[in-house]
């Protein structure tokens, strides 16, 4: 084969050109800022929980404006080390709230298989005790599901949902979030349903529709006199009276009540509501206004009636299978997605504010619990408290915490904080108790938690 041969003065300049872009590529690359973890935080040696599950505690050095060092916690799940699986629980019963121990306990009777790692799981607000009792019943924020039943709806937000985690078969990704809930009779006449396990006409923290209306700010509380709640078997209390808030009038509404069991057949209709025990399997329909109106003239002793429940992907536009893989754990905000702070987060402190060791600057005391997903794919479970009480930081500080390149993390969801932030690894709790009963400090009572346990599913499942 013949080949052509280059004159030297063309080999020259390819030989210049290579040494211009050898320079060039060789040129030091600007120096990468340190982030807050590295500034300000000395990290542990990280601890064995069990076999996939690690602890690593970030100590903060420099104190700047606060009187005590705050510890960021962080817990990696990799289920390619073990059996594992992300789940939550609403532990014994949807309407009481518990401590993360209890939440905790009710996930096995079997001590092998108790989780290895939690926290406490989504936002959520206390109802008003009933009349004569000192019982708050716990309602979820916005849309919450164990074992693919759902014990909330989603916020409106305009029709576009809400921020929440899905953990399917053991893995959980972060999303927005929209629930429709349908109620259909025996003539095919359909009505949608408001919300579920709830008091009707008091909402909890966020529009659930268009009608909801506010009427206070702190606690946050929307009513609507025409009304539908749905209350599950795990509700395990009796459903709500009348006036469970005389500050909201639409629930003082007698209503009307339907009580179907497990097949979808009505087996009580009647006037009023309230004292109900949901049967095993079944629901109970509560209605006020319109509401009541409708289940009153539409259903009666032995008519069939069936609910559809449908949970909505916003973001990626389909329909979630609502069965026994599905676990949802409710939000507000996302700290980070795909490893950047929304624009959109608020640097927002929900508890408190106040005077650090300069009066003049106000810190933020919430503590901070997450959901994260890290680069490897691995689940991550996050808290931010102080050794000794709560403590904690804004919204956005707390996310540009997470968003340091140390922890790797690429999508992060912010979960109940405040008071109620828990951690627990196997029989130890992590987080200093915050609230105080007969004069001693405990744990708050959560309405659900997010648990790393024994698995058939982690990453080696198919849907």
């Not at 890290?374 to 000794?388: E, F, M, R």
């Amino acid at each position: 084969m013949t080949r052509n041969q280059r004159p030297l003065a063309a080999l020259a300049a390819v030989a210049a050109a290579l040494t211009l872009t050898t320079s060039a590529t060789a040129a030091p690359a600007a120096e990468e800022p340190p982030s807050p973890l590295a500034l300000n935080w000395t990290k542990s040696d990280p601890v064995t929980v069990a076999a996939g599950v690690t602890r690593t505690t970030w100590t903060e050095r420099n104190l700047d404006n606060r009187t005590a060092p705050r510890v960021l916690q962080v817990v990696e799940i990799d289920p390619a080390l073990s059996a594992l699986t992300l789940g939550s629980t609403v532990g014994r019963t949807d309407a009481a709230p518990e401590a993360l121990p209890d939440q905790l306990a009710t996930v096995s009777s079997v001590a092998a298989r108790h989780p290895y790692a939690g926290t406490n799981g989504g936002l959520f607000q206390l109802e008003p005790a009933a009349a004569g009792t000192t019982e708050r019943n716990a309602v979820h924020t916005s849309a919450t599901a164990t074992d693919g039943v759902l014990h909330s709806a989603s916020c409106w937000t305009g029709g576009q949902g809400s921020n929440g985690a899905v953990i399917q078969y053991g893995i959980p990704y972060i999303t927005k979030l929209l629930t429709d809930l349908k109620l259909t009779g025996p003539t095919g006449e359909s009505i949608r349903l408001d919300d579920v396990n709830r008091s009707p006409g008091r909402v909890a923290h966020c529009a659930r529709d268009a009608e909801d209306t506010r009427v206070t700010v702190s606690p946050s509380v929307y009513t609507d006199p025409d009304e539908i709640v749905l209350f599950t078997d795990d509700y395990g209390t009796p459903t709500p009276k009348p006036g469970i808030d005389p500050t909201v009038p639409a629930t003082s509404d007698p209503g009307f009540e339907v009580v179907l069991d497990a097949n979808g057949v009505v087996t009580d209709a009647h006037p009023g509501r309230g004292g109900t025990t949901v049967p095993a399997g079944g629901r109970v329909l509560q209605g006020i206004g319109s509401g009541a109106d409708w289940l009153r003239t539409r259903l009666v002793r032995d008519d069939r009636a069936s609910v559809e429940q449908k949970l909505r992907d916003v973001t990626l536009g389909r329909d979630i299978p609502l069965d026994a893989s599905v676990d949802v754990v409710s939000s507000f905000h996302r700290l980070l997605t795909s490893g950047s702070i929304p624009a959109e987060l608020p640097n927002s402190c929900s508890d408190t504010t106040k005077p650090g060791k300069d009066p003049a600057i106000l810190i933020c005391t919430d503590s901070r619990t997450s959901l994260a997903t890290n680069i490897k794919g691995n689940p991550v479970l996050v808290t931010l408290t102080a050794k000794d009480g709560e403590d904690g930081d804004y919204l956005r500080t707390f996310a540009a915490l997470l968003d340091s390149k140390e922890l790797a993390l690429v999508d992060a969801l912010n979960l109940d904080g405040g008071g109620s932030t828990t951690l627990m690894a196997g029989t130890q709790l992590l987080t200093p108790p915050t609230d105080t009963v007969g004069g001693v400090k405990v744990h708050r009572k959560v309405a659900d938690a997010v648990y790393a346990g024994v698995g058939g599913y982690g990453m080696y499942a198919k849907p």
